[in-house]
């Protein structure tokens, strides 16, 4: 059973994985960051972060992210 609070390690190696997937999908799909941002409707900056897991995204974002890159959710949120 998980704890009530989860080690902050745990949660930032997700955070690695999930902007791991959203760089490798807007890679195959040769899109820049500046493009898929725009798109998305968020700040280029703010898609830097997602991707270098130096921030969280809010499931509205990763929505927004993941019709713009025409992949289903689970995609971008999958375990590596």
Known sequence: MLSSRLPDEWVVARRREIGDNIRDA??????????????AG????TLVRIEAAQASARIDTLIRIAAVLDVELSVLVRKR
């Open 26 to 39: 807007r890679r195959d799909r040769n899109l820049s960051q500046e493009a898929v941002a725009l798109a």
């Open 42 to 45: 968020i700040e280029r900056p």
